[in-house]
Protein backbone atom coordinates (compact mmCIF):
# COMPACT_ATOMS: atom_id res chain seq x y z
CA UNK A 1 0.00 0.00 0.00
CA UNK A 2 1.49 3.32 -0.86
CA UNK A 3 2.97 5.40 1.91
CA UNK A 4 0.12 8.48 2.86
CA UNK A 5 1.45 12.20 2.57
CA UNK A 6 -0.72 13.77 4.79
CA UNK A 7 -0.32 11.57 8.54
CA UNK A 8 -3.45 10.17 10.37
CA UNK A 9 -3.35 12.07 13.64
CA UNK A 10 -3.97 9.71 16.71
CA UNK A 11 -7.30 10.99 18.82
CA UNK A 12 -8.77 12.41 15.52
CA UNK A 13 -11.96 11.10 13.32
CA UNK A 14 -11.69 10.23 9.70
CA UNK A 15 -14.15 9.40 7.71
CA UNK A 16 -12.35 6.58 5.63
CA UNK A 17 -13.81 4.68 2.97
CA UNK A 18 -12.47 2.25 -0.47
CA UNK A 19 -13.96 1.46 -3.66
CA UNK A 20 -13.32 -1.86 -5.78
CA UNK A 21 -11.18 -1.85 -8.36
CA UNK A 22 -12.77 -0.88 -11.34
CA UNK A 23 -15.82 0.17 -9.57
CA UNK A 24 -16.19 -3.74 -9.51
CA UNK A 25 -18.29 -5.73 -6.84
CA UNK A 26 -17.10 -6.61 -3.35
CA UNK A 27 -19.86 -7.55 -1.59
CA UNK A 28 -22.58 -9.91 -3.66
CA UNK A 29 -24.12 -11.93 -1.38
CA UNK A 30 -25.11 -12.28 2.56
CA UNK A 31 -21.77 -14.36 3.53
CA UNK A 32 -19.52 -11.55 2.28
CA UNK A 33 -21.20 -8.93 4.28
CA UNK A 34 -21.28 -10.57 7.27
CA UNK A 35 -17.77 -11.69 6.35
CA UNK A 36 -16.84 -8.12 6.20
CA UNK A 37 -19.06 -7.29 9.35
CA UNK A 38 -16.75 -9.50 11.54
CA UNK A 39 -13.52 -8.64 9.83
CA UNK A 40 -14.36 -4.82 10.71
CA UNK A 41 -15.46 -5.65 14.41
CA UNK A 42 -12.19 -7.92 14.95
CA UNK A 43 -9.50 -6.26 13.58
CA UNK A 44 -10.85 -3.21 15.16
CA UNK A 45 -8.58 -4.50 18.24
CA UNK A 46 -4.49 -3.80 18.83
CA UNK A 47 -3.47 -7.19 20.50
CA UNK A 48 -4.87 -10.47 18.31
CA UNK A 49 -3.93 -13.97 19.08
CA UNK A 50 -4.54 -15.10 15.77
CA UNK A 51 -5.36 -14.08 12.55
CA UNK A 52 -9.37 -14.02 12.01
CA UNK A 53 -9.17 -16.50 9.13
CA UNK A 54 -8.26 -18.94 12.50
CA UNK A 55 -10.22 -17.39 14.67
CA UNK A 56 -13.62 -18.11 12.83
CA UNK A 57 -12.83 -21.66 12.78
CA UNK A 58 -12.15 -22.18 16.54
CA UNK A 59 -15.09 -24.15 18.82
CA UNK A 60 -17.54 -22.11 19.34
CA UNK A 61 -16.33 -22.23 23.75
CA UNK A 62 -13.42 -20.52 22.17
CA UNK A 63 -15.04 -17.87 19.60
CA UNK A 64 -17.26 -17.00 22.67
CA UNK A 65 -14.50 -16.94 25.57
CA UNK A 66 -12.06 -14.51 23.28
CA UNK A 67 -15.25 -12.62 22.00
CA UNK A 68 -16.07 -11.62 25.32
CA UNK A 69 -12.46 -11.01 26.44
CA UNK A 70 -11.80 -8.65 23.77
CA UNK A 71 -15.23 -6.94 23.42
CA UNK A 72 -14.20 -6.44 27.44
CA UNK A 73 -10.80 -5.61 28.08
CA UNK A 74 -8.96 -5.45 24.64
CA UNK A 75 -6.98 -2.48 23.45
CA UNK A 76 -8.18 -0.95 20.38
CA UNK A 77 -6.70 0.42 17.38
CA UNK A 78 -9.41 2.42 16.13
CA UNK A 79 -13.21 3.50 17.56
CA UNK A 80 -15.45 2.50 14.91
CA UNK A 81 -18.22 5.41 15.52
CA UNK A 82 -20.42 4.26 12.45
CA UNK A 83 -19.88 2.31 9.00
CA UNK A 84 -21.82 1.03 5.97
CA UNK A 85 -21.20 -1.44 3.54
CA UNK A 86 -22.31 -1.14 -0.21
CA UNK A 87 -22.19 -3.40 -3.63
CA UNK A 88 -18.74 -1.74 -4.46
CA UNK A 89 -17.46 0.35 -1.62
CA UNK A 90 -17.54 0.85 2.13
CA UNK A 91 -17.51 3.65 4.36
CA UNK A 92 -15.95 4.03 7.99
CA UNK A 93 -16.22 6.93 10.31
CA UNK A 94 -13.22 6.42 13.19
CA UNK A 95 -10.93 7.52 15.34
CA UNK A 96 -7.73 6.74 15.60
CA UNK A 97 -6.81 5.49 19.05
CA UNK A 98 -3.44 4.35 18.75
CA UNK A 99 -0.80 5.73 16.56
CA UNK A 100 -0.83 3.97 13.04
CA UNK A 101 -4.38 2.32 13.96
CA UNK A 102 -6.14 3.34 11.42
CA UNK A 103 -3.75 2.67 8.78
CA UNK A 104 -3.22 -0.75 10.48
CA UNK A 105 -6.62 -1.89 11.06
CA UNK A 106 -7.20 -1.11 7.41
CA UNK A 107 -4.29 -3.32 6.45
CA UNK A 108 -5.81 -6.21 8.65
CA UNK A 109 -9.33 -5.80 7.76
CA UNK A 110 -8.98 -5.31 3.25
CA UNK A 111 -6.09 -8.08 3.00
CA UNK A 112 -8.24 -10.75 5.48
CA UNK A 113 -11.48 -9.87 3.33
CA UNK A 114 -9.88 -10.05 0.30
CA UNK A 115 -8.34 -13.74 0.87
CA UNK A 116 -11.69 -14.50 1.79
CA UNK A 117 -13.72 -13.06 -1.27
CA UNK A 118 -10.52 -13.80 -3.82
CA UNK A 119 -11.04 -18.32 -1.98
CA UNK A 120 -14.69 -18.08 -2.34
CA UNK A 121 -14.79 -16.75 -5.52
CA UNK A 122 -11.89 -18.38 -7.18
CA UNK A 123 -9.87 -15.51 -8.09
CA UNK A 124 -6.36 -13.82 -7.63
CA UNK A 125 -5.22 -10.27 -7.14
CA UNK A 126 -6.48 -6.93 -5.69
CA UNK A 127 -10.18 -5.78 -4.63
CA UNK A 128 -10.07 -2.98 -3.20
CA UNK A 129 -8.05 0.03 -4.45
CA UNK A 130 -4.35 0.55 -3.32
CA UNK A 131 -4.97 3.80 -1.30
CA UNK A 132 -7.73 4.23 1.01
CA UNK A 133 -9.28 7.86 0.53
CA UNK A 134 -8.95 9.54 4.39
CA UNK A 135 -10.79 12.73 5.56
CA UNK A 136 -10.25 14.43 8.75
CA UNK A 137 -13.09 15.55 10.79
CA UNK A 138 -12.75 18.98 11.62
CA UNK A 139 -16.14 20.41 13.02
CA UNK A 140 -18.78 18.93 15.07
CA UNK A 141 -21.43 19.43 12.31
CA UNK A 142 -19.63 18.03 9.69
CA UNK A 143 -19.25 15.14 11.84
CA UNK A 144 -22.99 14.72 11.86
CA UNK A 145 -23.34 15.23 8.33
CA UNK A 146 -20.86 12.35 7.08
CA UNK A 147 -22.39 10.32 9.55
CA UNK A 148 -25.82 10.48 7.79
CA UNK A 149 -24.34 10.60 4.82
CA UNK A 150 -23.16 7.54 5.28
CA UNK A 151 -26.25 5.58 6.84
CA UNK A 152 -28.07 6.87 4.18
CA UNK A 153 -25.77 5.40 1.06
CA UNK A 154 -27.99 2.78 0.64
CA UNK A 155 -31.34 4.38 0.22
CA UNK A 156 -29.41 6.99 -1.71
CA UNK A 157 -28.08 4.13 -3.98
CA UNK A 158 -31.46 2.09 -4.25
CA UNK A 159 -29.66 -0.65 -2.60
CA UNK A 160 -32.93 -0.50 -0.49
CA UNK A 161 -36.32 1.18 -1.55
CA UNK A 162 -37.64 2.65 1.69
CA UNK A 163 -36.93 3.76 5.07
CA UNK A 164 -38.10 1.09 6.93
CA UNK A 165 -36.03 -0.91 4.67
CA UNK A 166 -32.96 1.05 5.52
CA UNK A 167 -33.54 0.97 9.61
CA UNK A 168 -33.38 -2.67 8.88
CA UNK A 169 -30.51 -2.77 6.52
CA UNK A 170 -27.92 -5.28 8.32
CA UNK A 171 -24.58 -3.67 6.84
CA UNK A 172 -24.10 -0.28 8.33
CA UNK A 173 -24.65 0.86 12.12
CA UNK A 174 -27.50 2.26 11.88
CA UNK A 175 -29.63 -0.58 13.64
CA UNK A 176 -27.01 -0.14 16.60
CA UNK A 177 -27.81 3.25 17.19
CA UNK A 178 -31.78 2.70 17.34
CA UNK A 179 -31.55 -0.62 19.38
CA UNK A 180 -28.26 -0.33 21.03
CA UNK A 181 -26.23 -3.90 22.45
CA UNK A 182 -23.99 -4.05 25.17
CA UNK A 183 -21.08 -5.64 22.60
CA UNK A 184 -21.91 -3.72 19.11
CA UNK A 185 -18.96 -2.75 16.58
CA UNK A 186 -20.38 0.81 16.71
CA UNK A 187 -19.47 3.53 19.28
CA UNK A 188 -22.76 5.64 18.60
CA UNK A 189 -22.38 7.86 21.81
CA UNK A 190 -20.12 10.54 20.05
CA UNK A 191 -23.01 11.17 17.71
CA UNK A 192 -26.07 10.17 19.61
CA UNK A 193 -25.37 12.71 22.48
CA UNK A 194 -25.49 15.47 20.40
CA UNK A 195 -29.45 14.47 20.08
CA UNK A 196 -31.75 14.28 22.82
CA UNK A 197 -32.53 11.24 22.02
CA UNK A 198 -31.71 8.44 19.37
CA UNK A 199 -35.08 9.11 17.85
CA UNK A 200 -33.98 12.73 17.26
CA UNK A 201 -30.92 11.34 15.55
CA UNK A 202 -33.34 9.30 13.23
CA UNK A 203 -35.24 11.91 12.75
CA UNK A 204 -32.12 14.03 11.37
CA UNK A 205 -31.06 11.42 9.46
CA UNK A 206 -34.22 10.10 7.82
CA UNK A 207 -35.52 14.28 6.95
CA UNK A 208 -32.60 14.68 4.33
CA UNK A 209 -33.39 11.32 2.99
CA UNK A 210 -34.89 12.23 -0.19
CA UNK A 211 -32.78 15.27 -0.67
CA UNK A 212 -29.40 13.13 -0.44
CA UNK A 213 -30.87 10.95 -3.14
CA UNK A 214 -32.18 13.82 -5.43
CA UNK A 215 -28.82 15.00 -5.20
CA UNK A 216 -27.34 11.81 -5.69
CA UNK A 217 -29.49 11.96 -9.06
CA UNK A 218 -28.35 15.26 -9.93
CA UNK A 219 -24.47 14.67 -9.74
CA UNK A 220 -24.69 10.98 -11.93
CA UNK A 221 -26.77 13.40 -14.89
CA UNK A 222 -24.32 15.89 -14.48
CA UNK A 223 -21.22 12.80 -14.67
CA UNK A 224 -23.46 11.49 -17.89
CA UNK A 225 -23.97 14.83 -19.69
Known amino acids: MPGRIQPLVTGEIYHVFNLGIAHGPTFTDKREYLRAK ?5 YRFASLPVRFSYFSVLNQDERVS ?8 GEKLID ?3 FCFMPNHFHFLVRQVKDNGISKFMSNFQNSYTRYFNTKNSRLGQLFLDQFKATRIETEEQL ?9 NPY ?3 VVKTLSDLETF ?3 SLGEYFNPKKFQISESQTIVSQFKTAIDYKKFVFDQADYQRQLDGIKHLTLEG
Open 38 to 42: NVLWY
Open 66 to 73: LTRELNIS
Open 80 to 82: CLC
Open 144 to 152: LHISRYIHL
Open 156 to 158: TAY
Open 170 to 172: PWS
